[in-house]
């Protein structure tokens, strides 16, 4: 079965430069998700999109901003880059055409790593 | 609010032995709790979720995790730990599981090990 797709799987910056994660969910999901996971954390909520208009918002910083686009793939800008976003980043997707409580199938990551 | 707390940051079993990872919940209101599983340098797997169907939930692999309203729990099981279970577990709660683009509240996640 299809899973969710993340790239670039591992991205290295230094301080101060700009990134861009892509996220293309399963087939049919329309809504998406991002978290973040620092070093032996708990993953924790940045922000959703449910047909690609914001959901809900959690502890994003103002530096980054995210979209869903019209094929409900999303991506998650990150700006002024500094040593503590470094962390693995997931994005998770799900379809309200599932009975609820809504899945959220995570995908395989993307490690940030800031110098 | 609400909110997970897991009550063993690492748990040591040998193979073949039971394996009881504890969650407790706090909700003004039932709530939709899942377990997820992460293995080293992967992405999160749901394990499995409480829908309020059952009590008893059933999940992958063999795991399985009880919802007790009176004791506010939902901690996950297994009869025979596999050298393949040692992996990070989440218990997670959802706000709002029903509404699209609602957020996952993360527990502080267990290590569990197994030995041989």
């Known amino acids: 079965a299809a899973g969710v797709i993340q790239s670039p799987r591992h991205l290295i910056k230094e301080k101060r430069e700009t990134a861009t994660l892509k996220c293309y969910p399963i087939?049919?999901?329309?809504?998406v998700y991002w978290y973040q996971q620092g070093p032996g954390q708990d993953p924790q909520f940045l922000i959703s999109?449910?047909?690609?208009?914001?959901?809900d918002k959690g502890s994003i910083p103002d530096r980054f901003s995210a979209q869903q686009f019209s094929d409900y793939h999303s991506e998650l800008n990150m700006s002024s880059l500094e040593l503590g976003d470094s962390a693995l980043y997931f994005c998770?997707?799900?379809?309200?055409?599932?009975?609820?409580?809504?899945?959220?199938?995570f995908g395989p990551g993307t490690r940030l790593t800031v110098t | 609010a609400q909110s997970v707390t897991q009550l063993d940051s690492h748990v040591s079993v040998s193979e073949g032995t039971p394996v009881l990872l504890r969650c407790n919940y706090s909700?003004?209101?039932?709530?939709?709790l899942f377990w997820y599983v992460q293995h080293p340098n992967k992405g999160l797997q749901l394990l499995l979720k409480?829908?309020?169907?059952?009590?008893l939930v059933k999940g992958i692999n063999g795991f399985e995790a009880e919802f007790k309203k009176s004791e506010t729990s939902f901690h996950l099981t297994k009869p025979s730990a596999h050298m393949s279970d040692a992996a990070e577990y989440f218990c997670?709660?959802?706000?709002?599981?029903?509404?699209?683009?609602?957020?996952?509240?993360f527990g502080k996640g267990t290590t569990l090990s197994v030995s041989s």
């Open positions: 997670v709660v959802s706000p709002r599981a029903y509404q699209a683009g609602t957020a996952l509240i």
């Open positions: 409480y829908t309020s169907a059952a009590t």
């Open positions: 999109f449910y047909e690609k208009m914001q959901s």
């Open positions: 909700s003004s209101y039932s709530p939709s």
């Open positions: 087939p049919r999901h329309d809504t």
């Open positions: 998770a997707s799900s379809s309200t055409r599932d009975r609820g409580p809504y899945e959220q199938y």
